[in-house]
């Protein structure tokens, strides 16, 4: 373990990184059991912060965190491994804040615990899926370095195809897919050759009424949803309720 330790965290300097990671995931863990004790009304523990009678969302207090840890990072030199890792760990629990409270910074709304909520916890479950590849040693688009041999942009075209197959794929309303497929090319590539999710902009804008070949494949799209991608939500959703907290009382 020792050994695993050295070769993948200390030596290729990924310390920092795990610091942010264990902060990220400690912050998140932490504000949600501390919401569920708030919704719960349990007496002992503190409560929401208001002053003057002002609700202080945890963003707040993340965005805070996110401009110390931030600024002492950069300000501290990079030899200092210690201080830096601890200034990563400061800003992964102001990342974790943060993006809890997504889906309010996106609709302007307090949907925390509404289903428009559920936006939050797949941001949160998808950064933290990103940082643990990063640590494992994986590299974004298949460790993609420009071509130095190569001139203009054919020094990047490898990258560009990576990013425009994510981008198709997120279209297509596979968001998940397109998160592993950054470190994985054949999700990748499945994700933007298959159909779209039904709900999705792609299929708003491929699959029209107005032709049969976008009729067909749109009722393709929908029992493909039902059969397949209903009891995976289903499931996802359980383990959100079980670690971020149900929507219902």
Known sequence: MADWFDDRIIDPGRMPLLCFFAGMVVGFLFIRVSVRLIRANVRWWPGNVTPGGRHVHHMVFGLGFMVVGGVSGLAVPDELVGWTSAAAALFGVGTALVID????????????????GRISVDAMFGLIAVT??????MHPFFGFEPDSEASGVWQVWPLLIGLGLAVVTVLKGK????????????PLLFGAIRLARPQSPWSRWRYRSDRPRGVRKLNRARRREHRLRRPVNQA????????????HR
């Open 236 to 247: 996802k959703n359980r383990l959100q309720d079980l670690v971020a907290g149900s929507l």
């Open 101 to 116: 409270e997504f889906a309010l910074i996106l609709h302007l709304d307090d949907v925390y615990w509404s289903e428009e």
């Open 175 to 186: 968001v998940w897919t397109a998160v592993f497929g950054m470190f994985i090319l054949l």
């Open 132 to 137: 643990a590849m990063l640590l494992l040693g």
